[in-house]
């Protein structure tokens, strides 16, 4: 089934006159990992808003063209039963945590759709399980680090069990292994429970391996859909769209253009070695 659809979509913020997002065309199945990839105003946080509802719903804006969400047309669904559906971690946790306890937080959105008690618990001990913070159901999520308080904003959007998972800018105030743990958790995410995940940033250096698929964005319209070795292949438009090539990008393209037709594409350390690994073999050990 389709994660979501979207279908000629523009967006136009009330009382703006520049559209955040221009004829956008995508469609997601379940359980793909996608990167929602776009510098400064590229529309990364408006697509993110529509897919739960908060676009128009929360925030006033002409919506034209269709956003169809596991095949509800957004629009005339509630946002109450679009959070049972897509669960959505913002760029700051803190703007998210607001309860005294850790459990507090994660019970919060099942209170509010009035599920049982019982399953309540069973949820909160599960998300907080998945997300590594078991035994932390009553600490203050304000004494909690940047990296817990992420996973917490994380379990709290899990205890929804929602289908599709949408992270804006989820690394911003993380530092490189509080990155890795999120990634891993990412990856688990979908390996265990199918969850379909998209992940806007502005930067893909380290997510050229977790992603199946990057969508990048630019000025509200979408440049580029594909895989990360089709989309980040193309250093150009990337820089265009002011987004930094990752690193391994510019080697594969500086490799390429010392020995033409010697490598193939690669976007993973381990494609990489491989590469390196053929051309050394093939030009008898004296290069590169
Ligand atoms: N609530 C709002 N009201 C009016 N205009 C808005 C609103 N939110 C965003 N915009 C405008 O919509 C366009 C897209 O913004 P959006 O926040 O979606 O971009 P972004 O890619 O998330 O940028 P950033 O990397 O800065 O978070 C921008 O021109 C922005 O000024
Ligand atoms: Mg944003």
Redesign the pocket.
Same mark, same amino acid.
């Given at each position: 089934m389709r994660a979501f659809e979207l279908t000629k979509t523009r967006?136009r913020?009330?009382?703006?006159d &520049?559209?955040?997002?221009c004829d956008v065309s995508v469609g997601v199945d379940e359980g793909e990992i996608v990167l929602?990839l776009?510098?400064?105003?590229?529309?990364?946080?408006?697509?993110?808003?529509l897919l739960n509802g908060l676009?128009p719903h929360s &925030?006033p804006?002409q919506v034209d063209g269709a956003v169809e969400v596991l095949g509800r047309d957004v629009s005339k669904t509630s946002v109450a039963r679009l959070a049972t559906l897509v669960g959505m971690v913002f760029?700051e946790p803190e703007s998210q945590l607001f309860c005294m306890s850790v459990e507090e937080e994660v019970a919060f959105g099942p209170e509010n759709i009035a599920i049982p008690r019982a399953e309540i618990i069973s949820r909160v001990e599960w998300a907080l399980g998945v997300v590594g913070l078991s035994g932390y159901n009553a600490r203050p999520p304000s004494n909690l680090s940047g990296g817990e308080k992420q996973r917490l904003a994380i379990a709290a959007a899990l205890s929804m069990r929602p289908r599709l998972l949408v992270l804006?800018?989820p690394a911003y105030a993380l530092d490189p292994a509080g990155r890795t743990d999120l990634y891993a958790l990412l990856r688990t995410l979908r390996e265990r429970y199918g969850m379909t995940i998209i992940i806007?940033e502005?930067d893909a250096e380290e997510l050229t391996e977790l992603c199946d698929r990057v969508i990048l964005?630019r000025?509200?319209r979408v440049v580029a859909d594909g895989a990360p070795s089709e989309v980040l292949s193309r250093i150009d438009e990337m820089v265009v769209a002011g987004v930094s090539p990752p690193q391994i990008a510019h080697l594969s393209a500086l490799l390429a253009d010392r020995f033409p037709g010697k490598t193939r594409p690669f976007f993973t350390m381990g494609g990489a070695e491989k590469e390196i690994a053929d051309l050394v073999r093939t030009s008898g050990g004296d290069a590169p």
């Open positions: 967006v913020y009330r009382g703006s &520049i559209l955040a997002l929602l776009g510098s400064n105003n590229a529309g990364k946080s408006t697509f993110c808003r676009v &925030i804006a760029q804006d800018e806007a502005r964005l000025s509200g």
